[in-house]
């Protein structure tokens, strides 16, 4: 049996100013083991939404969320400890996803304590262990998250997630916010968490620059749908969409890549 | 943060009145210069004078010594009783945020009949059915004024439970228990005891204006509002027996309000510890 992550016909709405909206709009998507997705749109596209209800966290209007055979449902998640610690998310703000009053040791410990039940010295090494394979310095462990800086709590919101033992990480907006350098930097290191640990990932981002550096397959949403998902390794014609190419030649080092494409085919 | 509270005057000035109070309260018979219910009707209405610095009352117990015992009542009840609001408060307040929206909806309804009540008519109808005694005062007291600590816990637990770090506990695994523990309840505290530290202030008024109406302690204590209402009878001859206590509740209740204040100021300028 091949274990995957799927959504299948997912819809949810909501209610602004009194009129009804579909975040989500009937979209099916899936996540296998050992790939780097992407789910690319502006804002407002219900990138966020539909990875809410992809990992389990709200329930779709209708549609099921299946994972390594299990339907998904928020209740399911809070019960099975085994399904929580499959599926991480790390969350948009993470300046605002750690807890003020726990240091970095009690946050990344968190899941662990929660998931895995482990004796306390196994734990600390567990835990120094995420903290060095995000290349941060151990001595921040007794730091509160607001000491840190934005690139070192992105890290630490990853390890984090990473503590679980996850088999897909869904990273919300993960490099949004951060300057240049450290943007590379995790990008980077989410490449290289993904090759080492075969896990499945997914990136969600307005960033189509991001996408195109990390993921072998990228889903284009807009307006609640998801306009075309297409394999994606180094050459930009695959995007079909109109949406899409708008996305990638309104991006800065996306101009080039696209005008050269076009040149070639 | 400490430091912080401390570097504003009104914070300084709260907690002196404060300890003062505190201090009055405990080492009331070492500093009371006599006993606060020796009655002798041959010395009523003295003068100031050495053995009697402030006088003596209507039954010849001396004023001051009344008054320093008086503060054992004031903080004696208004602490514990707001121990117990608070308590109370973070029970309901922290269940109601997470049992659900229809749980509520129902406890914000019942807090909101509650406060709609004037706390003077339940404290009424309370010691009326329960009977005088100081332990009536307190549940008199904790029914009246529960929803309004409760509602209080609810809104600061409802901003809480919005934020990230709580979906991020949730997606850890936390259960709903643990989260309110580890997570919630830590990070709400700060405001409530602020909250508390205000709530005192209107304790102590609440529990000197009931003895004052003669609802509660037994005749004759010597509690600020009693001694109030004692020496109402010789308002004209001698208002200053009715002058005093009135002083001490304000500056109780001032230390308190100044402090509580300054707490908060310093909590709100910082967004929170």
Redesign the interface.
Known sequence: MRYILTANNITKCFFKDGKKFNAVDNVSFFLDKNEFCSLVGESGSGKTTLVRII?G?ISPDSGTVVCDGESLTPRLR?KN?VI??KL??V???SR??????FSVYESIA??IK??KKCPRDEERKTVEKFIEQMELPKSILSQRSGELSGGQQKRV?IA??LA?DPDYIIFDEAVSGLDAVVRKNVLDLLIKIQKNSGKGCLLITHDIDAALYISQRIAVMKSGRILESVNYSGDIKVFKSEYAKTLISSSSSGIKKYDISVKNG | MTKKIFSKPQAVIGLILIMIVIICAIFAPVIAPNSPDQIDPSLKYLKADGDYPLGTDQLGRCELSRLIYGARYAIGMSIPMLLILGILGLIIGTFSVCAGEKMDRIITFICDVFISFPSLITAIAVISVLGNGIQNIAVAVVISMWAWFARTVRSYAATEMGKEYITAARISGCSTVSLIFRHLIPNILPQCIVYMSTGVASAIIMISSFSFLGLGLPQGTAEWGAMMNEARTGLYGHPEMLVYPGICIFVTTAGFNLFGEALRDALTSEGGI
């Open positions: 990992s966290l809070r400890k929580c610690a991480q998310l969350l948009q703000n605002a996803a750690l807890d003020p009053r968190e899941p929660n998931l919101c984090r997630a679980a």
